[in-house]
């Protein structure tokens, strides 16, 4: 029986549909014309076509963070492949598994001074944990295999580089299915459990730190709250994985957490990392013995003082160390001032919710989203000011966050609200931007539109790059160029067929406004103007 002939892209694009594959974010150019003409004749993968190649990257950066799985972007050779690496460097630091599929000059052209050309797998070496040029169409199968695989298997960035010619050779080959990455499997031991829980059984002032590893585990997480008599503190990814009347929930630490926190962390004995490797510098205890549990051993590796690594799901290893620790004799003097921390911060929180004046605070802005998104809405963070105040005062319950996290990059929220609202169309979106990251991404406002995306962007508008003027300010040295240039951010919306509010007093009117917005069935956008705040404006 004569093989099936098939052009590489076509051969890839099957391929990656078995993979589970849902959408490409790309932008069409030259040297992927035959991959672009593949799409167009199929219908199990979507082609979302973007403005910047950067904003592609970002979309599928996001994609591998809200579902686990293989995020995809394309761009053409030169420019195009330049472009995404902004969105790689993003999931490459955030182990967010994403493949990058980019144009190459012609077999015949390749290495050679025809223009655009650039050694692409020196280009992403920074980023790629694995990147190859095809030079065979009946290579393409197996390569494909190998980028995907690597890309799941270590959580990480991969890339092929596909000469022009080639994606539209034709071959015989099949679509090569992948061995199955099963994720989780526990690699910790009895003797592991045993020694953490002799730790554990030491502390006299323990404290845990949970992340978004730990989404699994709340439950367990409260308990052993509970047995330990520990205090919980959350990095940004944790925010929203226990109710805020959990017993001893400090909420964040850092520039944007719970003020009272950093001093009561500091005196902490014995600290449990349950699915972060966050270690805010400057907030947290020197000589405590550190615990952590992660589910990958690359994880292990972010200046973080450990003394026993547990490789493995918190969901699984929590269980087992809440048996070790029955019967604990905990330190009610220290549960006892980790409330009274909690109840501080929670009465300053609600003043600072509270604050009035226009231009709005940034708290005042936070507390009328907390008061008004749906509770199960995804929130699209940019990097800035904005995302600090949105850690700081944002009482999360079940809601999901998405962000820049290792690499806080600027121009993030947009592009990542979008590809929330593709994957999860029957959910609430709201990106919260600042004035500063939404203008690196300005032109895919059109995105959302093309695509009939019901996303609504919150801009704080203070007219500032707030963070990089406050850093300034600490350091004594001139502040020149952190002032911005805006447009009008509701004129601009509106021309790009958004829907645009701009609420212009205090009381009652930015509810409503977030309200209307928030419910008006397409995307929009809310410009509230923002007072510059020299951040934490109180401890």
Not at 130 to 156: F, H, I, M, P
Not at 441 to 447: E, F, G, P, Q, Y
Request: aromatic share 6%; hydrophobic share 40%.
């Amino acid at each position: 029986m004569a093989q099936t002939e098939r052009t590489v892209a076509e051969l890839m694009l099957e391929q990656l549909s078995m993979y589970g594959v849902k959408r490409i974010y790309g932008v069409v150019g030259d040297a992927t014309i035959g991959f672009i003409d593949a799409l167009a004749k199929q219908d199990k993968i979507q082609f979302i076509t973007c403005k910047h190649e950067s904003t592609a990257a970002f979309m599928a950066s996001a994609e591998a963070k809200l579902t686990g799985g293989l995020g995809v972007c394309t761009a053409t050779m030169g420019p195009g492949a330049t472009n995404l690496l902004n969105g790689l460097g993003d999931a490459h630091a955030d182990r967010a598994p994403v493949l990058a599929l980019t144009g190459q000059a012609p077999t015949d052209k390749y290495g050679t001074a025809t223009p655009q050309f650039i050694n692409q797998q020196d280009l992403v070496k920074p980023f790629a944990a694995y990147s190859a040029n095809l030079a065979s169409s009946d290579a393409a199968a197996d390569l494909l295999e190998k980028a995907v695989g690597t890309a799941l298997r270590q959580r990480d960035v991969t890339h092929l580089s596909v000469p022009k010619d080639l994606f539209m050779e034709k071959t015989s080959a099949s679509p090569r299915p992948m061995a199955e990455v099963i994720q989780g499997t526990a690699v910790f031991t009895k003797e592991s459990l045993k020694k953490a829980a002799s730790i554990m059984k030491s502390a006299k002032r323990p404290m845990i730190f949970a992340g978004s590893g730990a989404a699994g585990a709340a439950e367990e997480l409260r308990k052993l709250a509970e047995l330990w008599g520990a205090g919980i503190l959350v990095s940004l990814g944790g925010k929203g994985l226990l109710e805020e009347s959990t017993p001893n929930l400090l909420q964040g630490i850092g520039e944007g957490g719970n003020p009272h926190a950093s001093e009561l962390f500091k005196q902490a004995d014995v600290v449990l990392l349950a699915g972060t490797t966050w270690w805010p510098e400057g907030h947290v205890p020197t000589d405590a013995r550190v615990i952590q549990i992660d589910l990958h051993f690359n994880q292990i590796e972010k200046n973080i003082p450990v003394e026993l690594a547990i490789a493995g799901k918190s969901e699984e290893v929590l269980p087992l160390l809440n048996e070790h620790l029955e019967g604990f004799s905990r330190s009610d003097d220290w549960v006892a001032r980790c409330q009274e921390v909690k109840e501080k911060w929670a009465r300053n929180n609600e003043d600072e919710g509270n604050s009035e004046g226009y231009p709005f605070r940034p708290s005042r802005i936070i507390r009328a989203l907390d008061r008004t998104v749906a509770p199960d809405a995804i929130l699209a963070l940019d990097t800035g000011d904005n995302t600090v105040w949105t850690n700081r005062n944002f009482r999360q319950t079940n809601q999901t966050t998405v962000f820049s996290g290792y690499w806080r990059t600027m121009g993030f929220g947009l592009p990542a609200a979008m590809t929330a609202k593709l994957i999860h169309p029957d959910k609430q979106v709201v990106a919260i931007v600042g004035d500063g990251g939404l203008q690196m991404v300005l032109a895919d406002l059109m995105t959302a539109i093309r695509y009939g995306l019901d996303i609504t962007v919150v801009v704080m508008n203070n007219e500032s790059l707030q963070m990089e003027k406050d850093k300034i300010d600490v350091m004594g040295t001139k502040d020149i160029w952190t002032d911005l240039t805006n447009p009008d951010f509701v004129k601009l919306a509106e021309a790009c067929g958004w829907k645009a509010f701009r609420p212009v007093s205090d009381d009652e009117e930015l509810e409503s406004v977030l309200e209307e917005a928030l419910n008006t069935g397409g995307p929009s956008l809310v410009d509230i103007k923002t007072v510059q705040v020299f951040f934490p404006e109180t401890e």
